[in-house]
């Protein structure tokens, strides 16, 4: 049950996060907060583009009467009205190229029905009355161009019109650091040299270890195939050296070459032997 609760609370938090971001893209301002001072409006005409204003947000409402004020307490110039019910407000018109027929903005105002507010996706465009000076229009390649920092210049040949920027003419600096080496280059190339010198001594390493370890395997076949000669040279010598128990030890003192023993003869006990003084 607590758990269910929890996750009740989590999503209820994540879902108004959610529309405190959405909100936060748009300045909502329904209705005006001051009361300021207005002056006539002047009527551009319909849009197809509201940029560069910003849109605060509709209202059930709208009117151009309301939207003058809110444009006038933000200090723009220009306000614009779209799909009958947001007001949009602003420092340029936009653009020359974007204007469409004034037809295109039909959608009767939300707060009084015999006016047009603008259109569905069309901006009726008009100047709040703020200041007398001119209004130009919004121009997105001088926008562009001031966003990257590089200058721009109109150059008229004949016929046609060129907009030339800085970007399109290389500099000196821009040959200088295509000439020279990269450093990109350089950082593989010192990664591939180290990488293949630890692949060398991992072979020297390995290739010594297995050389050593052949020798110890010969090593160890020689001692092998020498063990059995040498234990039975020494199992020869011991049975050569067994004496037999029937054997006189003063018979075993002399030499060798005193011959052969009989099987049938014990020679373990002395054996008395009576001679006869005159030999018989």
Same mark, same amino acid.
Request: proline share 6%.
């Given at each position: 049950?607590?758990?269910?609760?929890?996750?009740?609370?989590?999503?209820?938090?994540?879902?108004?996060?959610?529309?405190?971001?959405?909100?936060?893209?748009?300045?909502?301002?329904?209705?005006?907060?001051?009361?300021?001072?207005?002056?006539?409006?002047?009527?551009?005409?319909?849009?197809?583009?509201?940029?560069?204003?910003?849109?605060?947000?509709?209202?059930?409402?709208?009117? @151009? $009467?309301?939207? !003058?004020?809110? &444009?006038? *307490?933000?200090? #723009?110039?220009?306000?614009? =009205?779209?799909?009958? /019910?947001?007001?949009?407000?602003?420092?340029?018109?936009?653009?020359?190229?974007?204007?469409?027929?004034?037809?295109?903005?039909?959608?009767?105002? @939300? $707060?009084?029905? !015999?006016?047009? &507010?603008? *259109?569905?996706? #069309?901006?009726?465009?008009? =100047?709040?009355?703020? /200041?007398?000076?001119?209004?130009?229009?919004?121009?997105?390649?001088?926008?562009?161009?001031?966003?990257?920092?590089?200058?721009?210049?109109?150059?008229?040949?004949?016929?046609?019109?060129?907009?030339?920027?800085?970007?399109?003419?290389?500099?000196?600096?821009?040959?200088?650091?295509?000439?020279?080496?990269?450093?990109?280059?350089?950082?593989?190339?010192?990664?591939?040299?180290?990488?293949?010198?630890?692949?060398?001594?991992?072979?020297?390493?390995?290739?010594?270890?297995?050389?050593?370890?052949?020798?110890?395997?010969?090593?160890?076949?020689?001692?092998?195939?020498?063990?059995?000669?040498?234990?039975?040279?020494?199992?020869?010598?011991?049975?050569?050296?067994?004496?037999?128990?029937?054997?006189?030890?003063?018979?075993?003192?002399?030499?060798?070459?005193?011959?052969?023993?009989?099987?049938?003869?014990?020679?373990?006990?002395?054996?008395?032997?009576?001679?006869?003084?005159?030999?018989?």
């Amino acid at each position: 049950m607590v758990s269910t609760k929890f996750a009740s609370a989590v999503a209820a938090a994540s879902l108004l996060s959610m529309a405190a971001a959405e909100s936060s893209s748009i300045l909502l301002i329904p209705t005006p907060t001051a009361s300021v001072t207005r002056n006539a409006m002047d009527q551009i005409g319909c849009f197809s583009t509201g940029v560069p204003l910003e849109d605060h947000g509709p209202w059930t409402f709208q009117t @151009a $009467g309301n939207c !003058q004020p809110i &444009c006038l *307490g933000l200090n #723009k110039p220009v306000m614009g =009205l779209v799909d009958g /019910t947001n007001c949009w407000c602003g420092d340029l018109i936009p653009p020359k190229d974007s204007q469409v027929a004034n037809s295109s903005c039909d959608t009767p105002c @939300a $707060g009084f029905d !015999q006016d047009f &507010c603008g *259109g569905a996706s #069309k901006w009726w465009i008009a =100047l709040t009355g703020l /200041t007398k000076n001119k209004i130009g229009n919004y121009d997105p390649k001088s926008a562009a161009s001031s966003k990257t920092g590089v200058p721009s210049a109109v150059v008229t040949a004949g016929p046609s019109t060129v907009v030339v920027t800085a970007s399109d003419t290389p500099t000196s600096d821009s040959k200088k650091s295509s000439s020279g080496p990269s450093k990109a280059g350089i950082a593989a190339g010192v990664v591939v040299g180290v990488v293949g010198l630890a692949a060398v001594i991992a072979g020297v390493i390995f290739y010594l270890r297995h050389r050593r370890r052949r020798e110890v395997e010969e090593e160890y076949r020689r001692q092998a195939a020498a063990n059995p000669f040498v234990s039975g040279g020494k199992l020869h010598t011991s049975n050569s050296s067994m004496t037999d128990s029937r054997l006189d030890p003063e018979f075993m003192a002399r030499r060798a070459s005193n011959g052969s023993i009989a099987d049938n003869e014990d020679y373990s006990r002395r054996i008395l032997k009576v001679t006869n003084p005159d030999g018989h």
